[in-house]
């Protein structure tokens, strides 16, 4: 998939969520870029933690959802305790 089409389809969130402020939401775009973007050969994964309100999981679990689809990637989701720990990969078998 082309990039630049990759960034414009992770723009796309479903209305209900539109008005909602991801936490993260620049952090966790460049970090799941990076992975998508890098040489296969310098960069496999990178790891985001924060902070997350309960309120916020289900427009987060989206938001991760599309960035994974926009990018081609994969991703592990960990919230525990108000926390939160997202792993971007290259997806398995890309080296």
Do not use: K, W
Not at 50 to 75: C, H, K, N, T, W
């Amino acid at each position: 998939m082309d990039p630049r089409l990759a960034r414009s389809l992770v723009e796309i969130r479903d209305e209900m969520y539109a008005a909602v402020q991801i936490p993260y939401e620049g952090t966790l775009r460049a970090a799941a870029a990076t992975v998508a973007n890098a040489p296969t050969h310098s960069i496999n994964a990178t790891r985001v933690v924060g902070v997350l309100g309960s309120e916020d999981l289900s427009a987060f679990e989206v938001f991760v959802a599309r960035l994974v689809e926009g990018y081609g990637i994969e991703a592990s989701v960990c919230v525990e305790d108000g926390t939160f720990a997202v792993r971007f990969s290259r997806p398995t078998g890309d080296s």
